[in-house]
């Protein structure tokens, strides 16, 4: 069974009006477990839209998506929301910390809200400060920590509570090429470790990167190539 199983989708806002946009049309897409692809589209390509969709943000206006198997198209508003902070964990360009909350407690946020006891609870946000080497910056707020730092902080809480799937959303946008090196060395190593990761970007570097290339323009997906060299 394939983790993502997105068919015919369409997303169309302001629909039957005459500042009707078709953001997605007619998108098909599936996705096994462990993969790590790139969603490559310039702006205004539909890919943002496609990543809201596959990340339980957002659901298509016709169409169906299964995410491990459940049709997300039957599931209420809180329902989605719980899938959310289980399945997806989320990387996005501009960190989206909490300012107020030192590194520690951005993390912990998405254990609290799974109801985690206190003592699991820490050692669930240190084995994740652990991962990406900021142990010592726990105690630390954003406005303390660089930018490399605080993406790093973004992606421990994104694995905090062990994922299915990472949606890394032009993770190295705010970045210099060394630290965003760092960050997608990251990613790499938790795909290593069976981690589903989508990454959406307008950088075909980075996208090189990646095992398999989406490229989405005018909401349609007009390529799906395996890098050269990787099975399938």
Same mark, same amino acid.
């Given at each position: 069974m394939d983790l993502i199983d997105l068919k015919d989708a369409y997303k169309i806002y302001n629909e039957g009006y005459e500042n009707e946009v078709r953001a997605l049309s007619g998108v098909s897409l599936q996705v096994q477990r462990g993969e790590f692809l790139s969603i490559v589209g310039a702006s205004g390509s539909g890919k943002s839209t496609l990543m809201n969709i596959l990340g339980c943000l957002d659901i298509p206006t016709y169409g169906t998506y299964h995410l491990d198997g459940q049709d997300v198209g039957e599931l209420t508003d809180r329902q989605l929301s719980k899938i959310r902070n289980?399945?997806?964990? @989320?990387? @996005?360009?501009? @960190?989206? &910390?909490?300012?107020?909350?030192?590194?520690?407690?951005?993390?912990? &946020? !998405?254990?609290?809200?799974?109801?985690?006891?206190?003592?699991?609870?820490?050692?669930?946000?240190?084995?994740?400060?652990?991962?990406?080497?900021? $142990?010592?910056?726990?105690?630390?707020? !954003?406005?303390?920590?660089?930018?490399?730092?605080?993406?790093?902080?973004?992606?421990?809480?994104?694995?905090? $509570?062990? !994922? =299915?799937?990472?949606?890394?959303?032009? !993770? $190295?946008?705010?970045?210099?090429?060394?630290?965003?090196?760092?960050?997608?060395?990251? &990613?790499?190593?938790?795909?290593?470790?069976?981690?589903?990761?989508?990454?959406?970007?307008?950088?075909?570097?980075?996208?090189? =990167?990646?095992?398999?290339?989406?490229?989405i323009s005018d909401g349609v997906i007009v390529e799906d190539s395996l890098r050269e060299g990787v099975a399938t």
């Amino acid at each position: 069974m394939d983790l993502i199983d997105l068919k015919d989708a369409y997303k169309i806002y302001n629909e039957g009006y005459e500042n009707e946009v078709r953001a997605l049309s007619g998108v098909s897409l599936q996705v096994q477990r462990g993969e790590f692809l790139s969603i490559v589209g310039a702006s205004g390509s539909g890919k943002s839209t496609l990543m809201n969709i596959l990340g339980c943000l957002d659901i298509p206006t016709y169409g169906t998506y299964h995410l491990d198997g459940q049709d997300v198209g039957e599931l209420t508003d809180r329902q989605l929301s719980k899938i959310r902070n289980k399945e997806v964990g @989320f990387v @996005f360009q501009g @960190f989206h &910390l909490i300012q107020a909350l030192n590194a520690y407690e951005n993390v912990e &946020l !998405p254990l609290i809200y799974q109801g985690i006891s206190g003592i699991k609870r820490r050692e669930m946000v240190m084995e994740a400060l652990e991962r990406v080497k900021l $142990t010592d910056r726990a105690h630390h707020k !954003p406005s303390e920590m660089s930018g490399g730092q605080q993406q790093r902080v973004a992606i421990a809480r994104a694995i905090s $509570t062990k !994922p =299915a799937i990472i949606m890394a959303d032009e !993770p $190295t946008g705010a970045l210099d090429s060394r630290t965003g090196e760092h960050v997608m060395e990251i &990613l790499m190593g938790l795909n290593g470790e069976g981690t589903t990761v989508i990454l959406i970007t307008h950088n075909t570097e980075l996208a090189g =990167a990646c095992n398999r290339l989406i490229r989405i323009s005018d909401g349609v997906i007009v390529e799906d190539s395996l890098r050269e060299g990787v099975a399938t």
